[in-house]
C-alpha cells in the first residue's frame, strides 16, 4: 500500500528535553491513523513537525513521495487541540478569510461553506460571532474550516472535544466518509472506543519513542491471549468447574445472561482449538455463552505502555 505520509528518525529537542526520539511512522493512502500516546508522549509535537509549524533537529518528513516543503501546507488541513478562532468576528465573515488563505477564490470558497453549512445544519449561524456559540458550535466551525480545501491529508488532535453524543457521532461519520472520498486521516485522540471505530492502523508513542505500530487489526491478534468467556449450563457447576481446572486456566467472568450459568474465562492450551474447547464444552452442558476475548485498543495500549521499558 502506497503511503502518504512517512517520517523517518524524525527527533525534536528541547533544551535538554527529547521531545521525540527517531519517529518513524507510515501513514497509508486513504487511511484513518491513529497517533497515540499518553499525555506528553510527543505526539503534538510530531504533529507540529508535520505542519512545519517547528522543524525537526534530525530526521525527515515525505509527504506523497516528495520531501516536505513550505508549499504543502495547502496539502494539509489541521484541527488543533487548542482551538484557535476569533471570538469577536462573525462565523461566516472568519470562515471566508481562513478559506482565502488555503487558497480558494471567494466564488469557491463561498459555494464550499455553504454545502458544508448546511450538511453540518449550521446555516442559521452565519452572521453570529463566534462567542456568541457554545463549545460544541464553535467546534463545527473549526471543523469545516479543516476540511474545506480539501486536503490530501487532514489531521484532527482530539476533534470531539466538547461535542455531545449526537455530534460526536455527526463528525465521526464525515471523517469516515471523507476517508471514502479519498482523504487520509491522523487521528489523535485519548478516547479509546474512538480509535476502535475509526482507526485502520496506530502508532503509540510513549515518552517520545515510539513503541508499537501498525494496522489495528495486526496488533490485536499479536496481543489476544487466546481466552474464550463462557457460559454454560450444567447438571454439576462445582464439578465441573474441577474438571475444567485441570484441563484449562481458568478464571471467573463476568457477563450479564438471562440465567444462571456457569461463567468462566477458559485460557486454551497451545495445541488447541476454539472448535475442540467448545466440543468439549458441548459434551459436558449446554453451552449458552461463548465469545473470544479479543483485546481492545484501550486493553493494547495500557498494556505496552506498562511492559515498556525506556
Known sequence: MDNLLETHAVSKKFGNFTA??????????????????????????????????????????????????????????????????????KVGEQAMYLARLKGLSKVEAKERLQYWFDRLEIHGWWNKKIQELSKGMAQK?????????NPKLLIFDEPFSGFDPINANLIKDEILRLKENGSTVIFSTHRME????????????????????????????TFKSNIYEVGIKSQNDVALEQELASKFE??????????????????????????????????????????????????????????TKI
Open 141 to 149: 466551525v473549526q471543523f469545516v474550516v479543516t476540511v474545506l480545501h
Open 250 to 307: 481458568l478464571s471467573k467472568a463476568n457477563f450479564k445472561t438471562l440465567g444462571e450459568e456457569l461463567k468462566l474465562n477458559v485460557k486454551l492450551n497451545a495445541d488447541e482449538s476454539a472448535n475442540d474447547l467448545l466440543r468439549y464444552l458441548t459434551s459436558r452442558g449446554e453451552v449458552s455463552h461463548f465469545v473470544e476475548l479479543i483485546p481492545s485498543a484501550n486493553d493494547i495500549f495500557i498494556q505496552a505502555v506498562k511492559n
Open 194 to 221: 474512538s480509535v476502535e471505530e475509526l482507526c485502520d492502523h496506530i502508532a503509540l508513542i510513549h515518552k517520545s519513542n515510539k513503541i508499537l505500530d501498525g494496522p489495528l487489526t495486526e496488533i490485536k491478534r
Open 20 to 89: 521525540l526520539n527517531e519517529v518513524s511512522i507510515s501513514v497509508p493512502k486513504g487511511s484513518v491513523f491513529g497517533l497515540l500516546g499518553p499525555n506528553g508522549a510527543g505526539k503534538t509535537t510530531l504533529i507540529r513537525i508535520i505542519n512545519q509549524i517547528t522543524m525537526p533537529d534530525t530526521g525527515k518528513v515525505i509527504l506523497d513521495g516528495e520531501p516536505l516543503k513550505n508549499h504543502h501546507i495547502q496539502d494539509i488541513g489541521y484541527l488543533p487541540e487548542e482551538r484557535g478562532l476569533y471570538k469577536s468576528m
